[in-house]
């Protein structure tokens, strides 16, 4: 009896079935779309900075309210702070003094809330405000005699 070389039974392929390239193809679009996504959305610290300014403001106007005293917050350039008669103090829930604006984010003010929370420019809330105050490309809005921050 001869010795016959053992044929496979099926050929040995060394290249990709086309699940694998789709499931590859699936995963490559889904990981495109997150950085796409990631790196066009340049406003979202713009948005991030604008709600976390309004809330501040409103902390400083619920505290002057609340103490009967004026609280305020003082904006300058890339950074901002809560005041009341003592001088800087910390907003609740801060680890620091200064809350800093993201790189492309600025304003300048300086707003007092006397205890009916109504805005005005001094710390002795003397000189209640004659127009809006507004920051941040107009975002920030704080109305005269009312206080109301949209």
Known sequence: MKNEPV??????????????????????????????????DTGAAERAAVDRLKVHIRQAQGLAMNSGTPWGVNAVG????????????RFPGE??????????????FTVYFDSWGRPCSDQDCNTPISSAITA??????ITPETGFIP
């Open 7 to 40: 044929q496979p039974k099926f050929r040995f392929n060394p290249g990709f079935t086309i699940i694998e390239v789709v499931v590859v193809l699936i995963l490559l679009g889904v990981l495109a779309a997150v950085a796409v996504a990631r790196f066009t």
């Open 78 to 89: 890339g950074s901002y702070h809560l005041r009341n008669a003592d001088g800087k103090q």
């Open 95 to 108: 680890d620091d003094d200064d809350i800093d604006f993201p790189s492309e984010v600025s304003a300048t």
């Open 136 to 141: 941040i490309n107009s975002r920030v809005t």
